[in-house]
C-alpha cells in the first residue's frame, strides 16, 4: 500500500468515474456518464491481475508503472462526451534502437531452445556462459547505437530518453554479467574473485577519462592526478599496469629507487589464483601468508614512511579497510569496494561466503550517509544467491519483460530454478516468456518474434498465441499468408479456417470471386466454396455468361471439395464440350448433371432450357432412353417441387415447361424413327 | 562463405531488397542497394552503401556493415521494388499506389518523383473504390508493368501521367508477381498456380497462354525468366516448390525440385551467370542452386577476388550448362544445392543478386550483405 497510485495521464478519476477492460496485450479504459456522486471511490486504477498473483506485494507498483505513460491513443469527442484510452502493457517495445536488442536476442533465445542437453558437464556450462555472453553483447552493441542516437540528436527530450536507456541497458548488463559469474559460471573460490575483478574493471568506466588524460600527458609522472591512476589500478587489481606507471615515478626519483624497487617486488610478488588447476587453494593461501606477513614488514618498518603516497598503497596491499575507503572517490560503487577488499583480505573467498562481504562492504561503503537504490539491492540479492529475489527485484525496477524472461529463461536452462511452481500452474520461466511475448504481440510489427517464444511455454503458449494470433489485422493478402502459415504448422485448424474466411469474406465483398475461392480450398471449407459456387452461378443466370473462366476451367482436383464446386465444375465442361460442338458428350454430361443429383434441384430448370437446342439440332443427339430420362426429370421437378402453385402462376416457367415436353415429343418421335430405320438396316 | 557476410539490424521488417544496377562499363562490384519495408507504422525505402571499398583487407574480404545514405517515408507496406535506371525506383504499395522514387545522389536524398494513386484497386459493393494491393512490378525502361490482389495488369510509361494499357480482370485470382518475357510479352503467376503469358501488342484482354501445376493448384509467388534462355523459366510456389517451365512446349512444368518448407518469396537466376539460381523463402531459408558443379571450365571471373573483379559477358556460358535446368532429373546428376543461412527462423522475405554480390532482408529486421558469392 506503499505504492502510490498510479493514473493514466490524461484521465481523471477525480471528475469521471472510469471503467476499464483487460485485453491480452492492452487495457481500454473509458470515462463513464456517471458522475462522482454516489460511485465507488478507487484511487490504485490499475493491478495487473497477473503480476500479483505471482509477486505479490511491491510488484503492482511495476505492473502499473509499465502501463502509465504510455497512453497510445486518445479518442476524443465533444466535450460531453467519453474518452477511450488505449493503454499498452510494455512500453519499451515502442523504443525504435531496442528493436535491435528484441530481434538479435530472438535469434539467440532460439539457439538456445535448440541447444537442448545433448552436451554433458563442462562442455554444456561452456556453452550456456557462451549463451550468456552472446545475450550481453547484443546489449552492449544496442547500448552503443543508443549511446550515438543520444549524441547524435538535437531534441533535449529525446536526448534525454536516450540516455535513460543508456543508463538501464548499462544497469542490465552489469546485472547480467554478475548473474553470469555466480549462477551459470558458478565460478569457485579462486577464480570466482578473478572473475569478479574483470567485471568491476569492465563496468567502472567513470575513472576511465582521467586514466586516459594522465597515460597520455607529455609527463605522466608529473601530473597532478598520477597518484589517482596508480592508486585505481591498484584497487582494481590491474598491478602491471600500476608497477609501469610506478617505474616512471621512480626512474624521476632516483633518491628514493630503494623505496619504490621494494613496492615494485611486493606488487609483482603478490600471488593470484590461477584459472588452472595448477595449484591448490591450500598452496595459495599459504604464499598468500607469507606474503602478507612480508608486506606487513615493510609498513610496520616504516620503509615507505617518507612517502604516504607508497605508504598508502602498501595499506592497501594489507587489505587495511580504512586505507581503501579513503579511495572512495576512486572506487565510486560499494562493489568496487567489495572486490578491491576481497582481493587483499579474502582471494580465496567462497561463493557462499560472498554475502557477508557485500553486506559489510555496502554499510561501510555507505557508511549510512545514503540509502542502497534498487540497483544496489539487486546486485545485493545476486551475492545473496538469491535468485528469485533477483528476479522479483529486476521485474519491478526495469521497465521491459524482456531482460527478466531471458535471464530466467537462461537460469532454467542452468537447471537452477527447481520447478518453482506458481499457484496458477506455470512455472516462473512460462510466466515471464508469456508475459514478454504478450508484450511483443502488442506490437504493429514485433507480433512474429512472440510467436517463437509462446511455442517454448509448453503450459499456456498454446493459448496465448491462439488468442492473439486471431488480433492480427490482416491488411494484406501477404500478410495474412504469413499468419496463416505460423497456424498451420502448429495445427491450429479453428485459426486456420478463421483467417481463411475472413479473407474469403473480404475478397467476396471485393467482387474477387476468383481469390474468395483459393481462400476456401486452402481451408478446406466446403460450405464456403458451395457459398462462392452459388455466387458464380448466380452470375451465370443473370449474364448468361461465366465470369471467372480461368479459374472455373482449371479447377482440377479442387473441385471436389464441395458438390457444389464439383457442379460448377462439370456444368462449365458442359458449356466448352457444347461450344466445340461435341453434342453427344455435352448431352450425356448434362443428363448427368441431373441423373446423379450432382445438379442442385433449383438449376434443373437451367440445365433442362440449355438442353432445348440440342433436342433442336438437325441430328438426334439424345436416345430414346436418354429423352425418357429427361422426361423424368422435367415431370419430377414439376411434380415433385412443393411450389407447384409457382409454376402455374408464372407464364414464362409455364410455357417453358410447355415449349420442353414439346420438345422432348419430338424428339422422341424422331429417335423412334431413327432407332427403328437404324435397327431395320 | 558465411564469413564474409556482414549484417545489420535495421528496426524495421523488410520486405525488399534491391541493388543499383551497374552502370554499363562498370568495373566495380555493386555497392548501392535499396530496401523497402513492410508491417511498420511507418514504412520507409531506404538506400544503403554496402560497405566501404578501402576497408577491403588483404585477401579481398570486406569488413564493415552496410551503411544508410538516406531514406523516405512510404505510405504502405513495400510489396515489390525495382529500379528503373541508376536513379529511380519503381515501388508498388498495399495501398495499390505505384511511387517512382528519385536518388539524388550528390546530396544523398530521396524524393518522390511521380505517383500513380490506387493504380491497383476493388470496386467495392456498396461504396467508393479502395485500393488493392499492388503485389508486383517489373520494369523495362521506360515502361513499367504492375498487378495486384485486384487481378489487374497495368502498363505504364515513366513519362506518361496516365496508364498507357490496363487490363481488368486479367486473373480471377491474386496475381502475385510480373516479369518480362520479352520486351512486348510478360508473364504473371497467380493464386491458383498458373502461370501466364500476355502480349501487351495484342488488344484482347486474354492471356495468349496459360501454363498450370497438375495436382492441387498450389499458388505461386514469384517468378523469374533465364536471362539468355527466354523459354526457361523458374518459378516458387506457396508449398516451398521450385517449378522449371519450358515455354515452348506443354503446358505443365518441366521439373518440381523439393526446396523450402513453406513460402517460396523471390527466385531469381544469376543475372550474368544463370546457371547458378537463388530462391528465399518464409520458412527462413536461402538456397543457392548450382548447376554449373560438372562444367570444369567456370566463368573465368569467378576465381578473381576482390576489388580486381570484372564482370565479363555472358560469352562463356555453356549450352550444356544451360540446358541443365530442364533435363528430366536436375537433382541428381548436376545440381549442387546450399542452404545460405542455417539456423534462422523468420522469413527471408527478399533477395538480389548481381555480380558477385548476394543482398537480402528479413522479418528478423536485418539485412545481410554476402560480397563474395562464389569464394
Known amino acids: 500500500d506503499t505504492v502510490p497510485p498510479q493514473v493514466v495521464p490524461g484521465a481523471d478519476p477525480s471528475a469521471r468515474q472510469l471503467c476499464f477492460a483487460w485485453g491480452p496485450a492492452e487495457v481500454l479504459v473509458c470515462e463513464t456518464l456517471f458522475g462522482r456522486a454516489g460511485g465507488f471511490r478507487s484511487r490504485c486504477l490499475f493491478r495487473s491481475p497477473c503480476p500479483s498473483r505471482f509477486w505479490g506485494e511491491g510488484t503492482v507498483g511495476a505492473a502499473a508503472r509499465a502501463l502509465t505513460g504510455s497512453v497510445t491513443g486518445t479518442g476524443d469527442g465533444a466535450s460531453g462526451s467519453s474518452r477511450v484510452f488505449v493503454v499498452r502493457r510494455d512500453q519499451d517495445i515502442y523504443i525504435q534502437t531496442l528493436r535491435k536488442l528484441f530481434n538479435e536476442s530472438h535469434g539467440i533465445f532460439m539457439g538456445l531452445q535448440r541447444s537442448e542437453e545433448e552436451l554433458a558437464g563442462k562442455s554444456r556450462k561452456a556453452q550456456l556462459v557462451q549463451v550468456s555472453k552472446n545475450y550481453r553483447s547484443v546489449i552492449r552493441a544496442c547500448m552503443e547505437d543508443m549511446h550515438q542516437a543520444a549524441v547524435s540528436t538535437r531534441d533535449p527530450a529525446l536526448q534525454g530518453q536516450y540516455s535513460t536507456q543508456v543508463s538501464i541497458l548499462s544497469a542490465m548488463e552489469l546485472i547480467w554479467n554478475l548473474c553470469e559469474i555466480l549462477f551459470v559460471e558458478a565460478a569457485t573460490a579462486g577464480p570466482l574473485l578473478l572473475r569478479l575483478l574483470d567485471w568491476v574493471r569492465l563496468h567502472v568506466c567513470d575513472v576511465d577519462s582521467m586514466v586516459r588524460e594522465v597515460l597520455s600527458s607529455e609527463s605522466p609522472s608529473k601530473h597532478k592526478l598520477f597518484w589517482n591512476v596508480v592508486d585505481v589500478f591498484v584497487l582494481q587489481g590491474r598491478m602491471d599496469e600500476a608497477r609501469h606507471l610506478l617505474s616512471k615515478e621512480a626512474s624521476a626519483n632516483p633518491a628514493s629507487m630503494n623505496m619504490y624497487k621494494i613496492l615494485d617486488d611486493l606488487m609483482k610478488k603478490m600471488p593470484v589464483p590461477s ?6 587453494l591450500t598452496e595459495l593461501e599459504l604464499k598468500w601468508q607469507h606474503w602478507h606477513e612480508e608486506c606487513q614488514r615493510y609498513l610496520q618498518d616504516g620503509t615507505f614512511a617518507s612517502n604516504p603516497h607508497m605508504e598508502s598503497i602498501c595499506k592497501i596491499l594489507l587489505g587495511d579497510e580504512d586505507a581503501i575507503l579513503e579511495k572512495k572517490e576512486l572506487m565510486t560503487t560499494w562493489y568496487h569496494f567489495l572486490v578491491t577488499r576481497l582481493l587483499y583480505s579474502h582471494p580465496t573467498v567462497k561463493p557462499m561466503e560472498l554475502r557477508f562481504y557485500a553486506q ?32 522479483k527485484e529486476c521485474s519491478i525496477v526495469l521497465s521491459n519483460w524482456w531482460f527478466v524472461a531471458h535471464l530466467t529463461d537462461l537460469l532454467d536452462h542452468c537447471k537452477l530454478l527447481q520447478s518453482h511452481n506458481l499457484y496458477f500452474g506455470s512455472n516462473m520461466r512460462e510466466f515471464l516468456l508469456l508475459e514478454y511475448a504478450s508484450g511483443l504481440f502488442s506490437h504493429h510489427s514485433l507480433w512474429q518474434l512472440g510467436v517463437d517464444y509462446f511455442d517454448h511455454c509448453p503450459e499456456y503458449g498454446r493459448v496465448y498465441l491462439e488468442l492473439h494470433i486471431e488480433r492480427i489485422p490482416l491488411s494484406t493478402e501477404q500478410k495474412a499468408l504469413k499468419v496463416l502459415r505460423i497456424c498451420e504448422q502448429r495445427q491450429m485448424h479453428e485459426q486456420v479456417r478463421s483467417i481463411c474466411k475472413i479473407m474469403a469474406m473480404k475478397a467476396l465483398r471485393n467482387n474477387r470471386l476468383g481469390s474468395a475461392l483459393s481462400w476456401s480450398i486452402r481451408a478446406k471449407d466446403a460450405a464456403f466454396a458451395t457459398l462462392i459456387s452459388d455466387r458464380f452461378l448466380k452470375d451465370y443466370c443473370e449474364r448468361g ?12 482436383p479442387s473441385m471436389l471439395l464441395s458438390d457444389r464446386l464439383t457442379f460448377l465444375g462439370k456444368y462449365r465442361e458442359f458449356h466448352r464440350l457444347y461450344g466445340e460442338k461435341r453434342f453427344p458428350e455435352a448431352a450425356r454430361l448434362l443428363l448427368t448433371l441431373m441423373t446423379a443429383h450432382i445438379a442442385p434441384c433449383s438449376f434443373w430448370m437451367t440445365l433442362l432450357t440449355d438442353a432445348l437446342p440440342l433436342l433442336e439440332q438437325k441430328e438426334v443427339i439424345f436416345s430414346a432412353e436418354q429423352t425418357y430420362e429427361l422426361m423424368r426429370c422435367l415431370e419430377d421437378l414439376t411434380a415433385g417441387n412443393p411450389d407447384k402453385q409457382k409454376f402455374q402462376d408464372d407464364d414464362v416457367e409455364t410455357t417453358k415447361v410447355e415449349m420442353l415436353r414439346l420438345a422432348l415429343a419430338r424428339n422422341l418421335a424422331r429417335v423412334i424413327v431413327k432407332e427403328g430405320t437404324m435397327e431395320g438396316s | 562463405a558465411m564469413e564474409d557476410v556482414s549484417a545489420k539490424f535495421v528496426s524495421q521488417k523488410i520486405s ?55 531514406d523516405i517515408q512510404h505510405n504502405g507496406d513495400v510489396m515489390d521494388m525495382q529500379f528503373l535506371d541508376q536513379e529511380r525506383i519503381v515501388v508498388a ?18 524524393s518522390a518523383d511521380h505517383r500513380w494513386e490506387k493504380a491497383h484497386y476493388h470496386v467495392d459493393q456498396d461504396t467508393s473504390c479502395g485500393g488493392a494491393a499492388c503485389t508486383g512490378v517489373v520494369c523495362n525502361n521506360p515502361e513499367i508493368v504492375t498487378v495486384g490482389e485486384d487481378g489487374r495488369i497495368n502498363l505504364f510509361r515513366a513519362d506518361q501521367k496516365d496508364a498507357v494499357r490496363t487490363i481488368d480482370n486479367a486473373d480471377s485470382s491474386t496475381l502475385h508477381a510480373v516479369t518480362f518475357l520479352r520486351t512486348t510479352e510478360i508473364l504473371t503467376v497467380n493464386s491458383i498456380g498458373q502461370l501466364k503469358i500476355w502480349d501487351l501488342r495484342q488488344q484482347k484482354n486474354e492471356p495468349s497462354q496459360i501454363f498450370s501445376l497438375a495436382g492441387d493448384r498450389v499458388p505461386l509467388h514469384c517468378v523469374d525468366r533465364h536471362p539468355n534462355q527466354q523459354h526457361i523459366v523458374a518459378t516458387g510456389g506457396q508449398d516451398g516448390m521450385l517449378s522449371i517451365w519450358d515455354i515452348r512446349q506443354g503446358t505443365m512444368p518441366v521439373s518440381l525440385l523439393n526446396a523450402h518448407e513453406a513460402e517460396m518469396w523471390e527466385v531469381h537466376f544469376h543475372p550474368s551467370d544463370p546457371d547458378h539460381l537463388f530462391t528465399c523463402s518464409e520458412d527462413g531459408s536461402l538456397w543457392h542452386w548450382d548447376t554449373s558443379t560438372n562444367v570444369s571450365e567456370k566463368p573465368s571471373f569467378l576465381h578473381q577476388g576482390g576489388r580486381s573483379t570484372a564482370y565479363l559477358s555472358h560469352s562463356t556460358i555453356n549450352q550444356s550448362v544451360v540446358s541443365a535446368w530442364l ?18 527462423t523468420l522469413s527471408v ?27
Open chain 1, 360 to 391: 559489510s562492504s555496502m554499510d561501510l561503503f555507505l557508511g549510512g550517509e545514503s540509502s542502497p537504490e534498487p540497483l544496489d539491492m539487486i546486485l545485493m540479492a545476486a551475492f545473496e544467491f538469491e535468485m528469485h529475489q533477483v528476479i
Open chain 2, 93 to 110: 504499395s498495399s495501398t495499390g499506389t505505384v511511387t517512382i522514387f528519385r536518388h539524388h545522389q550528390n546530396n544523398q536524398t530521396l
Open chain 2, 327 to 344: 533435363s528430366s532429373d536436375p537433382t541428381k546428376d548436376r545440381m549442387e544445392i546450399t542452404n545460405l543461412i542455417p539456423n534462422q
Open chain 1, 545 to 556: 455468361c461465366f465470369s471467372d473462366l480461368d479459374l472455373i476451367d482449371n479447377l482440377g
Open chain 2, 349 to 375: 522475405n527478399s533477395l538480389d543478386v548481381l555480380g558477385p554480390c548476394l543482398v537480402y532482408g528479413t522479418d528478423a529486421e536485418a539485412i545481410y550483405v554476402n560480397r563474395q558469392l562464389f569464394a
Open chain 1, 275 to 280: 584459472l588452472g588447476n595448477t595449484q591448490t
Open chain 2, 16 to 70: 525488399r531488397t534491391r541493388w543499383r544496377p551497374l552502370p554499363a562499363a562498370a568495373l566495380q562490384p555493386p555497392d548501392i542497394f535499396a530496401t523497402g519495408s513492410w508491417d511498420n507504422e511507418d514504412n520507409r525505402i531506404s538506400i544503403w552503401s554496402a560497405g566501404d571499398l578501402g576497408n577491403a583487407g588483404l585477401n579481398g574480404e570486406y569488413h564493415g556493415e552496410p551503411h544508410l545514405l538516406c
